[in-house]
């Protein structure tokens, strides 16, 4: 059986593919940007998989998703990443007033294999310092755990 997050995934990415190179502070066509793997090879996802999740203000967002977007695509972070847009930025701020930030989602294939997890997780470090970025399994996305004012439905990563 599909997992339907991934499903969903790969909807998203067929739908964003001629925004790939647009800047998330600017586009207002589609919600998401992705970015997939472009070298080297990445296991299937599991009924497992997850991503790690990277809130940045509008000012920064360009320059950090520039810099995740090309890792993804050198193949040194997961099998896809994406960024919230220009339009989906405004959504989210109309619906919560206090929210003031854009996020980046890095897939992993499985919540389960740690060395992965830590490979990812370190090379994200190398681009966004010691800010904090959580984790969130995509059973979590699909319960709809997702109130991102109020991160303790996530892991922390420290």
């Given amino acids: 059986m599909e997992d339907p997050h991934e499903s969903i995934k790969q909807k998203q990415i067929k739908e964003s593919l001629k925004y790939m190179n647009h800047k998330p502070s600017k586009c207002k066509k589609v919600y998401w940007i992705y970015a ?17 999740l990277i809130f940045c203000p509008p000012n920064e967002i360009n320059d950090i998703w520039s810099k995740i977007k090309d890792l993804t695509e050198r193949g040194l972070l997961g099998d896809a990443s994406k ?22 989602c890095v897939y992993t ?30 059973k979590q996305t699909l319960a709809h755990i997702n109130n991102h004012t109020n991160i303790v439905n996530h892991e922390p990563i420290v």
Avoid: C
């Fill in 36 to 52: 997939t793997r472009k070298f080297g090879t990445y296991p299937e996802s599991t009924p497992e998989s997850g991503k790690f």
């Fill in 109 to 138: 294939y499985s919540d389960l294999d740690t060395v992965d997890k830590d490979r990812i997780k370190q090379n994200i470090f190398g681009i966004v310092g010691h800010r904090n970025i959580y984790y969130k399994t995509n």
């Fill in 83 to 104: 960024v919230s847009t220009k339009i989906a930025y405004k959504i989210r701020k109309h619906q919560n007033k206090t929210f003031d930030q854009h996020v980046i």
